[in-house]
C-alpha cells in the first residue's frame, strides 16, 4: 500500500477541508507547511488572513526540513474516531521551524520516541502501512 | 468599605456524578430553585438570563429555551447564551455583571447544567470533542484535546527539565481535596504510587490527569449590590474580571509559552485593585493537571516549572499558604460538560461565605476564580470579595 491509495476517504476529506496543497506535496514525498504566500511565516487554510502580514491571498507551501526543533509529543492511545481504531497506539509530534511555523503530524507507532534526550535531524514522510493516515518518520542525529 | 456594581446573593447546585433520571432540563429546574430561595427573591425580579450551552439537550437560542421552560420570558430584558469552554464560568459573571452595570437588568439569573456522562454514549463525547479541534490541522490526524493538552504537557517538561510523572502531584492533591466534599464524584483516597499505576492515555498524561466527565448543574442569582445593600454576610462582590486569548487551536501557539492567563490576571488586577497576594483561596480550572501548573505560574502563585513541587509541599493543601481547589476540582469533583467550572465558582462562594464542606480559613475573604476554555486558548480571571 501507498500514499496515494492509504484511506481514500480520509485523504479526500483532509483535501476537501481546506484545500490542502500540504497534503498533495506531502503525497509526492515532502514535508511541507501551507503558508502565506507573501511573508511564509503563517501556516493557514486557503482564502484566510495570515496572522503576521495581514494579507488574504493564495497559498504556496514551504518546505519543512532541516532547522526544527520538536516542541511537544504524545503518544495517543484513544481513537477520534472509527478510522483511528486500526491506528492506535501512534505518536503525534509538533515540531517549530526557525520561521515559528509549526506543524502537528503524527508519527507510526514503529518510530521509538526518546523525546527528552534525542532531536530528529530530519523528517521526511512515512510510506510504511502501519498507519492509515498521512505520517512522518524521523532521522535521529548523533549528537546524543 | 462600600461596594458597587453586581454581587452575588444566591446559589444553588446539584451533586456532581451519575444522574440518569435527571435530564439536562430538570437538573436545571431544581439548581434554579434552590438559588431563587437562597436568594430570597420572587421569580418576577429576575429580568436578565444567562446560560452556558450543554452538550447534551441543548436548543439553538439556548437561553431563549430555558427561559421559557422556566416561565420568565416575558419578564426579561436580558438574555444571553455563553460558549467559551472551561471559561464559560467567569464570562457568564462578566456578562451578568456587565448587564447590571450598564442598567441592562438588574437582578440575573445564571444557569449552567448538563449530563453528559449518562445522557450520550461515550462515543458521542470523544466525537464531540474530536470535532473542537482545528478541522484542517487537527482532527485530520486524530486528535483530541487531551493530546492536545499533553502536547502542552510534554513541552512544559521538556522546558523546565522535569521529570515525565512531574504533574501526577496534581490529581493526588485534588483527591486529598475532594474528600471533604459531600458533592464530589470520586472520593476514595488516592496515593500517588496509586495514581502513577493509572494508565496513560496521551502520553505524558494518566488517566488520572484528565478531568472525568459527569452529570450536574449550577444556578446563580446576581444583582446590583444597591438593590440588597452591604449589609447581608452571604452576599459576595464581584470585584474584577479579566479576558485574553492567544489562539483557539494549540496548532497556532506561538513561541514557548501560553500567555493570555498572565494578561487576563492582570487585567483582573487592574480591575479590581487586588493582587495574588490579597487572596485567601485559589480556584483554578483544572481540566487536565496541566492547565492547572500553567495557570498557577502564569498568575505569579508559584515560579516557572514550580507548581508540581509546590503541590507536593503542600502549599496548595487545604490548610496551606494558598488553598487550590479546596472542593477537589474538576480532577475529582468533576467535569459536567457545558456547565464545567461552575462548581468552582459556587466552591468559592461558599467559601467564601463559611460554610464549604472543606472550609479554609480566611483572613480579608478574597478569592481569585482563574479559568481557561479550549487548550488554555481562552483564559479568564475574577476576583470575589466577600462583603463585610
Redesign the interface.
Known amino acids: 500500500m501507498d500514499l496515494q491509495t492509504w484511506d481514500y476517504g480520509?485523504a479526500h476529506?483532509?483535501s476537501n477541508?481546506?484545500d490542502?496543497i500540504w497534503w498533495k506535496a506531502f503525497c509526492s514525498g515532502m514535508i511541507t507547511v501551507q503558508t502565506c504566500r507573501k511573508c511564509l511565516r503563517d501556516?493557514l487554510?486557503i482564502g484566510t488572513i495570515c496572522?503576521f502580514c495581514r494579507s488574504q491571498n493564495d497559498l504556496g507551501t514551504r518546505v519543512f526540513h532541516d532547522e526544527v526543533n520538536r516542541?511537544?509529543?504524545?503518544?495517543?492511545?484513544?481513537?477520534?474516531?472509527p478510522e483511528?481504531e486500526a491506528?492506535v497506539p501512534?505518536t503525534?509530534t509538533?515540531f517549530e521551524a526557525d520561521s515559528?511555523v509549526?506543524i502537528?503530524?503524527?508519527e507510526c507507532a514503529s518510530v521509538v520516541q526518546s523525546?527528552?534526550v534525542k532531536e530528529p535531524a530530519a523528517i521526511v514522510p512515512c510510506k510504511c502501512s502501519l498507519l492509515p493516515?498521512?505520517?512522518i518518520q524521523m532521522t535521529f542525529g548523533s549528537g546524543e | 468599605m462600600r461596594y458597587t456594581g453586581a454581587s452575588i446573593i444566591g446559589i444553588g447546585e446539584s451533586s456532581v456524578g451519575k444522574h440518569p433520571h435527571e435530564s439536562t432540563q430538570t437538573l436545571a429546574a431544581s439548581v434554579v430553585q434552590a438559588a431563587i430561595a437562597d436568594a430570597e427573591i420572587d421569580w418576577q425580579d429576575i429580568d436578565g438570563l444567562v446560560v452556558t450551552q450543554p452538550l447534551v439537550g441543548g436548543f439553538p437560542r439556548h437561553s431563549l429555551a430555558v427561559a421559557e421552560q422556566l416561565g420568565i420570558s416575558r419578564q426579561l430584558a436580558f438574555a444571553d447564551t455563553v460558549s467559551m469552554g472551561g471559561a464559560s464560568s467567569v464570562l457568564s459573571l462578566q456578562r451578568a455583571s456587565d448587564a447590571i452595570r450598564n442598567n441592562r437588568a438588574s437582578t440575573v439569573l445564571i444557569v449552567a447544567a448538563d449530563t453528559p456522562r449518562t445522557g450520550q454514549e461515550r462515543e458521542e463525547s470523544v466525537r464531540h470533542f474530536a470535532k473542537q479541534r482545528h478541522p484542517s490541522w487537527e482532527q485530520p490526524i486524530g486528535m483530541l484535546n487531551l493530546s492536545a493538552y499533553a502536547l502542552l504537557a510534554d513541552e512544559y517538561l521538556r522546558q523546565h527539565s522535569l521529570e515525565r510523572d512531574a504533574l501526577i502531584e496534581i490529581p493526588v492533591a485534588m483527591r486529598s481535596h475532594a474528600r471533604s466534599n459531600r458533592n464530589a464524584a470520586y472520593t476514595d483516597s488516592m496515593t500517588r504510587e496509586e495514581a502513577l499505576a493509572s494508565r496513560l492515555v496521551s502520553d505524558p498524561l494518566r488517566l488520572v490527569e484528565c478531568s472525568p466527565i459527569n452529570d450536574g448543574g449550577v444556578a446563580l442569582v446576581v444583582t446590583d449590590t444597591s438593590n440588597r445593600g452591604s449589609s447581608s454576610t452571604d452576599s459576595i462582590a464581584i470585584r474584577g474580571s479579566g479576558f485574553a486569548t492567544d489562539y483557539d487551536s494549540v496548532t497556532y501557539k506561538v513561541g514557548e509559552s501560553v500567555d493570555s492567563p498572565r494578561r487576563a490576571f492582570a487585567r483582573a488586577a487592574k480591575d479590581s485593585a487586588l493582587g495574588i497576594g490579597d487572596c485567601d483561596l485559589l480556584m483554578i480550572y483544572d481540566s487536565y493537571s496541566i492547565a492547572t501548573a500553567i495557570q498557577l505560574e502564569s498568575i505569579g502563585a508559584s515560579a516557572k516549572g514550580r507548581a508540581p513541587e509546590d503541590f507536593r509541599e503542600g502549599k496548595y493543601s487545604t490548610d496551606g499558604e494558598v488553598p487550590v481547589n479546596p472542593h477537589g476540582g474538576l480532577l475529582s469533583h468533576g467535569h459536567c460538560g457545558g456547565a464545567t467550572g461552575m462548581h468552582h465558582l459556587t466552591e468559592l462562594i461558599k467559601q467564601l461565605r463559611g460554610v464549604a464542606d472543606g472550609q479554609v480559613s480566611l483572613r480579608d475573604g478574597v478569592g481569585l476564580l482563574q479559568a481557561e476554555g479550549g487548550i488554555i486558548s481562552a483564559a479568564a480571571s475574577m476576583f470575589l470579595t466577600r462583603m463585610q
Open positions: 480520509l476529506r483532509i477541508s481546506a490542502a501556516q487554510p496572522r516542541v511537544g509529543s504524545t503518544k495517543v492511545t484513544t481513537p477520534a474516531a483511528f491506528a501512534f503525534i509538533t515559528g509549526r502537528t503530524m503524527p523525546s527528552r493516515i498521512p505520517h
